[in-house]
Nanobody, 115 residues
Framework: QVQLVESGGGLVRPGGSLRLSCAAS????????MGWYRRAPGKERELVAR???????NYADSVKGRFTITKNNAKNTLYLQMNSLKPEDTAVYYC?????????WGQGTQVTVSS
């Protein structure tokens, strides 16, 4: 069973940057579609960025131009580089891996953007 562990969250001021990491328990990126989601207080979970097994990416409109999803196959790690952070980016961020009926989630990491 694939396991995902996020890290890198924290408190940052508006305009700042953070890089989230998602360590996978195996070499899965070539066969799983990966994604970063977030859930803000009182809101539904939403897709932030997706990286398919074929290497295609897509982003939520709210983060385009500010966030970048990448991977390091040698380290089995998925990243989300977040720049120009805004208070509305405050949320718990989750890593996700999907392949067929397999839908795997990490435990989440808190990102708080506040002055």
């Amino acid at each position: 069973q694939v396991q995902l562990v996020e890290s890198g969250g924290g408190l940052v001021r508006p305009g700042g940057s953070l890089r989230l990491s998602c360590a996978a328990s195996g070499n899965i990126f070539s066969i799983y579609n990966m994604g970063w989601y977030r859930r803000a207080p009182g809101k539904e979970r939403e897709l932030v960025a997706r990286l398919t097994s074929g290497g295609s990416t897509n982003y939520a409109d709210s983060v385009k131009g500010r966030f970048t999803i990448t991977k390091n196959n040698a380290k089995n790690t998925l990243y989300l580089q977040m720049n120009s952070l805004k208070p509305e980016d405050t949320a718990v961020y989750y890593c996700n891996a999907v392949r067929g009926t397999a839908d795997i989630w990490g435990q989440g990491t808190q990102v708080t953007v506040s002055s």
